[in-house]
């Protein structure tokens, strides 16, 4: 059974880099027909989709964070992250790993969520 | 605001029928395969409907899903208290390049 797995700081400060890693159990990354990918729910709200990579490394960003996003993958260690820059208090949220299917692009399953808090 | 438009709250009694509407675009909905989301109090949210109507393994036919044209809507039938939750639908935007999401449907059962 295929399980993802968030890990990172739970508290960044405002304006540094914050960095989350998915770690992937129960499957390889490493498939012709899944993407990985990155969704976040600040307290209280709705989901966004912040972007996904497939095993070679390309990926697919929000054109809204774009600017602040780096995604990479580590076939390795079966493992992907996430890199958000210049962070403020509106990047609080909980953040979620999910596999994402190319073409249909649905995402399941979904990690247990980490909750990163930005304040100084 | 979302790209795709959903009702913020809806509601039933036990045992009733309820639909929850998705609004979209040419660019989204009318073009790509709509997925919907269950997100229960205090967990991550599951895969209920892919592919505008079809149901992952596990997923009881109460919760049926369908797509016309720029819109979508998913259907419970025989509503359950355990269905209390929060519900997003989601496509890919051709124009944004990227997934977007309805802004969520809290569903109450009263």
């Known amino acids: 059974q295929l399980q993802l797995q968030e890990s990172g700081p739970g508290l960044v400060k405002p304006s540094e880099t914050l960095s989350l890693t998915c770690t992937v159990s129960?499957?390889?990354?490493?498939?012709?027909?899944?993407?990985w990918g990155w969704i976040r729910q600040p307290p209280g709200k709705g989901l966004e989709w912040i972007g996904s990579i497939y095993y070679s490394g390309s990926t697919y960003y929000n054109p809204s964070l774009k600017s602040r996003v780096t995604i990479s993958v580590d076939t390795s260690k079966n493992q992907f992250s996430l890199k958000l820059s210049s962070v403020t208090a509106a990047d609080t949220a909980v953040y979620y790993c999910v596999r994402h299917s190319v073409n249909t692009n649905w995402f399941d399953p979904w990690g247990q969520g980490t909750l990163v808090t930005v304040s100084s | 605001q979302s790209v795709l438009t959903q009702p913020p709250s809806a509601s039933g009694t036990p045992g009733q029928r309820v639909t929850i509407s998705c609004s979209g675009s040419?660019?989204?909905?009318?073009?790509?395969?709509v997925n919907w989301y269950q997100q229960l109090p205090g967990t991550a949210p599951k895969l209920l409907i892919y592919s505008n109507n079809q149901r992952p393994s596990g997923v009881p036919d109460r919760f049926s899903g369908s797509k016309s044209g720029t819109s979508a809507s998913l259907a419970i039938s025989g509503l359950r208290s355990e269905d209390e939750a929060d519900y997003y639908c989601?496509?890919?935007?051709?124009?944004?390049?990227?997934?977007?999401f309805g802004g969520g449907t809290k569903l109450t059962v009263l």
């Open positions: 129960g499957g390889s990354i490493s498939s012709n027909n899944y993407y």
């Open positions: 989601a496509a890919w935007d051709d124009s944004l390049n990227g997934v977007v």
């Open positions: 040419s660019s989204n909905i009318g073009s790509n395969t």
